[in-house]
């Protein structure tokens, strides 16, 4: 049994428990981030946070990250979503187009798909060779704990729906001309080789679960459940790196 046979898919909440927990995360999250850009602190600025958001196609990433920033000041925070490389990017070491944007301390950025590219898609679609995705799961590990012990909470989450839910969803895209543009040929490509994924994540999972940045899995079946497990994860992780950051910092 892997790791994502363990999460509860069936995980769900009531519209009156979903409002109510969701406005506690997010009255919590907010008091978080403003003592981390140091606005409650005196100017006394705290670590960097850097939320990396993984998960399944339609796995409800965006509808998550969208409730963790909504009641943020836009200055106070960048998101940036990471598509497939350029052709300019790709003439550099791969990690090279995600360090440009780690948030320093007091910064805050969230990451719409990040590094672990290397070796899911790019693994499962060769465009990787076996020796760059199979090197890959050591030079991400050392990258993370960089950026942990220079001040950045690095938490990374996986959102997790089943094979059925996914292809309800896609099938709902397809049908909205207002939400089409969020499904592409790729999408219905990566569906096909499920199993081949699956295999992927379990070995990443395997590979870069690691102390100073281990990973939250998400039930992402229920989209309220999602929204509200991510965002109450997510301030328990940054009470851990605050914590961590003032020691290793006394």
Known sequence: MGRLDEIDLTARLSKDEYEQRLTAAQDRFLELRLQLGGQTTDGKVGPGLLVVVEGSDAGGKGGAIKRLVERLDPR?????????????????????????????????????????????????????????????????????????????????????????????????????????????????????????????????????????????????????WARVAFIETLNERIVEGIERYERDNA
């Open 76 to 224: 106070h925070f960048d998101v940036f979503a990471f598509a497939k490389p350029t052709p300019r990017e790709k003439r550099h070491h791969f990690l090279w187009r995600f360090w440009r944007d780690v948030p320093g301390l007091g910064g805050m950025c969230v990451y719409d798909r990040s590094w672990y590219g290397r070796v899911l898609v790019e693994r499962v679609e060769g465009f990787a060779s076996d020796a760059e995705w199979r090197r890959a799961y050591h030079e991400i590990v050392e990258f993370e704990r960089s950026l942990v012990h220079e001040g950045v909470i690095l938490v990374k989450f996986w959102l997790q729906v089943s094979k059925d839910e996914q292809l309800a969803r896609f099938e709902k895209r397809r049908d909205d001309p207002l939400r089409r543009w969020k499904l592409n040929e790729e999408d219905w490509r990566n569906r096909d080789k499920w199993d081949q994924y699956v295999d992927a994540i379990e070995d990443m999972f395997a590979k870069t679960d690691h102390g100073l940045a281990p990973w939250d899995l998400i039930a992402g079946e229920q989209k309220k």
